[in-house]
C-alpha cells in the first residue's frame, strides 16, 4: 500500500515544499472558514463533552472544519474513560481508535514533533517601511 499523499499546508510547514517544490507545484489546499470548532454537539455525554472543552481549548488550531474529527476523538476517550471508571478492561482496539483519532488532530507528541511551525509572515505590515534606515544611513 503507497504511502498517503502529504498535505500541502503539512509540507510548508515541515519544508518538504521548498525541498522538493515541482512534488507539490499544482496541488492546492481547501480552504478553511479559520473559525474555532465551537461548542459540542448536545448529543454527546457529559464525559464526552468534557473531553471535547479540553481538546478544544488544548489543541488552538482546530478550526470548523475538524468537528467531525474532533468528535470521534471525544467518543473514543470518553468512553476508555467511562470503561476505566468502571473497572472494565479497555480493548487493544478501543485504545487504537483513541490513538489514531488524537494522531489525526495532531494531539500525540509523536505527530506535534513531526511539524514545525514558522511564524507567520505578515505582509501586510503598515509600519514595515519605517523597519529600514533610510538611504542616507546606509
Same mark, same amino acid.
Given at each position: 500500500?503507497?504511502?498517503?499523499?502529504?498535505?500541502?499546508?503539512?509540507?510548508?510547514?515541515?519544508?518538504?515544499?521548498?525541498?522538493?517544490?515541482?512534488?507539490?507545484?499544482?496541488?492546492?489546499?481547501?480552504?478553511? &472558514?479559520?473559525?474555532?470548532?465551537?461548542?459540542?454537539?448536545?448529543?454527546?455525554?457529559?464525559?464526552?463533552?468534557?473531553?471535547? &472543552?479540553? *481538546?478544544?481549548?488544548? *489543541?488552538?488550531?482546530?478550526?470548523?472544519?475538524?468537528?467531525?474529527?474532533?468528535?470521534?476523538?471525544?467518543?473514543?476517550?470518553?468512553?476508555?474513560?467511562?470503561?476505566?471508571?468502571?473497572?472494565?478492561?479497555?480493548?487493544?482496539? *478501543?485504545?487504537?481508535?483513541?490513538?489514531?483519532?488524537?494522531?489525526?488532530?495532531?494531539?500525540?507528541?509523536?505527530?506535534?514533533?513531526?511539524?514545525?511551525?514558522?511564524?507567520?509572515?505578515?505582509?501586510?505590515?503598515?509600519?514595515?517601511?519605517?523597519?529600514?534606515?533610510?538611504?542616507? *544611513?546606509?
Amino acid at each position: 500500500m503507497p504511502r498517503p499523499r502529504t498535505p500541502l499546508s503539512k509540507a510548508k510547514l515541515t519544508g518538504a515544499d521548498r525541498k522538493d517544490p515541482d512534488r507539490f507545484r499544482d496541488r492546492a489546499e481547501p480552504k478553511t &472558514s479559520k473559525a474555532p470548532v465551537g461548542k459540542p454537539p448536545a448529543y454527546l455525554d457529559k464525559e464526552a463533552k468534557a473531553v471535547w &472543552s479540553e *481538546l478544544a481549548r488544548d *489543541l488552538g488550531w482546530l478550526v470548523k472544519e475538524d468537528r467531525f474529527a474532533l468528535e470521534s476523538a471525544c467518543l473514543a476517550i470518553a468512553q476508555v474513560w467511562t470503561m476505566h471508571k468502571a473497572g472494565e478492561p479497555v480493548t487493544g482496539a *478501543l485504545f487504537a481508535a483513541m490513538n489514531s483519532a488524537l494522531g489525526n488532530l495532531g494531539a500525540s507528541p509523536a505527530d506535534r514533533s513531526k511539524v514545525n511551525a514558522a511564524p507567520p509572515e505578515d505582509d501586510d505590515d503598515p509600519f514595515a517601511e519605517f523597519d529600514a534606515a533610510p538611504e542616507y *544611513l546606509s
